[in-house]
């Protein structure tokens, strides 16, 4: 017992530790700090970007996940490149079901001869556009909102909130499925559906920030020389936010992802004469029991960029905002 | 009046306010329910025109009898009004018929909501036992290698694809070890070394066979929810830990485990409470994928059928049941808040 006790106080010091000496190095208090080449620099004023930096790297996790994801889209945005320009709907009836590493098909052959690899580049082209075609415009607006909401206060902001509070009690997936299966399944539509029900988590969470944010001195400040609300809004608030919002819509891609995924398996998403690793999933999935090797490669492609974009949230709301660290 | 006389007055007082809270939260929860049901309703009366399906039933349909037919089921009139007609009958408890089935929706909504409700409870089960004991573990011994092989497997949960776990579960534990992975029984069960057909064979048995028929649903679900669980239990812990009271049980000499389990973990619990009564409505609107990959007849599969056959009076109460669980349980998780931590009071 008392061991454990010990050990527990030695990692609440040794974290102590490890904080004090993070905070001195990042504003090189410590008298000096080593650079890269392990000489001492003198007292440095690092900038915003060089302790963003500095942090980031610690988080090993993140640099991996950013490593992949830069990975990714070298791999699928160059995809003509690496598949030696196949065509991904260039079908060949006469080799269907090739097994993985047969020659000229590295993965082998879907159920209508197409290659696996091809499919997967380009599929990862349309997964990934997707995913940051949802996150960025569903994150800014969501922040648009929550700022609003948080700035002015009063009836406004209980109307953006008890509609936050609508788009919070609807069971997402059923009336996502609801919606895809009437307007078509596309692209475009999938987009917007995933942009309209994916904002009001954010708003939310931003408008907690700004309550706290428009009480500060500066605020106060920039009212008393007269700054308009709007000017306010975006000049003194929206910045303040950026780095929360950032990590939000890092996140959201993931989830982006995942929920276009998960409507193209349904049959729900996008047309399957473009490929995603959702219906590949979605079409490999009849063939399970021919072909097993179809199901794994685009789950374990989805699984990957997923997994790779939390990581790289986390890192950035390390690295972005200590305060913010559990 | 003593002190015990005041403390009384307090709670009862509280108590007052608490009502007034729930009540009005309840009406402000039904008008979003209202709204929801609109809207709901109006994407669905656009996915499907009813003549479309009379036209395909009997292609020598003339156009008078199907001025005919409209009349009658009141699909002359805008959605707008139709939308009222709807809310007429919900109120009455009827919603309306099943175009698949022919019969009310509400019993067969009502016959699915079992089937669900167990897959749901187990997993609920699993993921409490297992997700809040490893959270806690892992912020008591935060940043030890447990810790981080956690967190680790924690991330992992959050970012597999719940159908593709499905399917690996399937090739793997299904074809592999010979796991029933379609519906909830099998057509004939083994009793005593013969095969009897699934309703004659003794209730021990069918419960063993339902029993198998959950274990692969219920691991992937499970195996998703428990990776979020986990680390919210994590965060809320650390949370409390970090506070002064903690500090001071420890400096007055309290055991560290008692530290840690009676003082800090009771704390704890109030947000971890409220968390899993929010995730139960969310678990069955999630049921959707998982259902349908496991032919699981829940009302999450009964959704994804009755969008897919443009049936659209049952995926409304469908709908509509969900997001009354989400509107009912996110009430209740802040009503439990309240409740568990005398903190709060909602005046």
């Not at chain 1, 990957?304 to 890192?315: C, M, P, Q, V, Y």
């Not at chain 2, 239990?233 to 485990?257: F, W």
Request: aromatic share 12%.
């Amino acid at each position: 017992m008392k061991t454990k006790k010990n050990m527990n106080q030695d990692l609440n010091q040794k974290e102590e530790e490890s904080i004090v000496e993070e905070r001195d190095s990042i504003n090189g208090i410590a008298g000096g700090i080593e650079n890269e080449a392990g000489e001492v620099m003198g007292n440095v004023d690092y900038t915003y970007a060089q302790m963003v930096w500095i942090r980031f790297r610690k988080h090993k996790m993140a640099l991996t996940g950013s490593a992949i994801i830069l990975i990714l889209l070298i791999l699928a945005f160059g995809a003509s490149t690496w598949c030696g320009g196949q065509n991904p709907s260039f079908t060949d009836i006469t080799h269907r079901f090739l097994p993985p590493f047969s020659p000229g098909h590295f993965l082998g052959t879907d159920d209508v001869g197409r290659d696996v690899w091809t499919r997967l580049l380009y599929g990862g082209q349309t997964s990934l556009e997707i995913g940051f075609f949802i996150a960025i415009p569903a994150g800014l607006f969501g922040g648009l909102v929550g700022s609003i909401s948080g700035y002015f206060g009063g009836w406004v902001d209980s109307v953006l909130m008890r509609l936050v509070e609508i788009f919070f009690s609807i069971p997402t997936l059923p009336i996502l499925v609801t919606l895809s299966s009437y307007f078509g399944a596309n692209k475009a539509n999938i987009i917007l559906l995933l942009i309209i029900f994916g904002w009001a988590g954010t708003a939310r969470m931003i408008r907690g920030l700004v309550l706290q944010i428009k009480n500060y001195e500066f605020i106060e400040a920039a009212k008393a020389i007269g700054c308009t609300n709007t000017r306010i809004i975006l000049r003194h608030i929206f910045p303040n936010t950026l780095a929360i919002l950032i990590v939000q819509m890092t996140l959201a891609i993931g989830g982006a992802i995942l929920a276009e995924s998960s409507l193209s398996f349904l049959g729900l998403g996008v047309n399957p004469s473009t490929p995603t690793w959702g219906n590949m999933l979605s079409s490999a999935q009849n063939f399970m029991w021919n072909a097993p090797h179809l199901v794994v490669w685009p789950g374990l492609m989805i699984f990957l960029t997923i997994l790779s974009f939390n990581f790289l949230g986390d890192g950035l709301r390390d690295a972005l905002d200590p305060k913010l660290k559990q | 009046m003593c002190l015990f006389e005041q403390k009384v007055d307090a709670l009862r007082k509280a108590g007052q306010y608490m009502w007034q809270y729930v009540v009005r939260q309840l009406i402000q929860r039904l008008f979003i329910l209202l709204i929801i049901s609109f809207l709901a309703f109006l994407a669905l009366n656009m996915m499907s025109d009813p003549v479309d399906i009379l036209k395909s039933m009997d292609p020598h349909i003339t156009q008078q009898q199907i001025d005919i037919y409209k009349k009658q089921q009141g699909l002359d009139k805008s959605p707008g009004i139709r939308y009222f007609y709807w809310l007429k009958g919900a109120v009455h408890g009827d919603f309306g018929k099943s175009r698949a089935y022919k019969e009310d929706v509400l019993p067969l909504l009502i016959d699915r909501i079992p089937n669900t409700v167990a897959m749901q409870a187990i997993v609920i089960l699993i993921i409490v036992f297992v997700a809040i004991p490893l959270g806690i573990f892992s912020a008591v011994n935060q940043y030890s290698t447990w810790d981080y092989i956690l967190t680790f497997f924690a991330f992992t949960g959050q970012s597999l694809p719940i159908f593709w776990v499905g399917l690996m579960l399937i090739l793997w534990l299904g074809v592999g070890y010979g796991l029933p992975f379609t519906g909830m029984y099998s057509d004939l069960v083994n009793v005593g070394g013969q095969m009897v057909p699934y309703s004659q064979a003794p209730w021990l048995i069918r419960f063993g066979d339902r029993i198998m028929h959950l274990i692969l649903p219920v691991i992937t679900i499970s195996l998703l929810s428990l990776a979020g669980l986990m680390r919210y239990t994590r965060s809320a812990m650390l949370e409390v830990i970090r506070q002064d009271y903690v500090r001071t049980a420890r400096a007055k000499g309290i055991p560290e485990r008692k530290v840690v389990y009676s003082h800090a973990m009771r704390n704890a619990m109030i947000p971890i409470a409220t968390i899993v009564i929010q995730m139960i409505p969310r678990l069955f609107a999630g049921s959707l994928i998982v259902e349908q990959i496991f032919g699981w007849p829940g009302v999450g599969k009964m959704i994804f059928d009755a969008v897919m056959q443009k049936d659209y009076n049952l995926a409304m109460v469908d709908l509509m049941f969900m997001s009354f669980l989400m509107v009912i349980f996110t009430l209740l998780a802040d009503v439990a808040y309240a409740f568990l931590d005398p903190r709060i009071t909602y005046r």
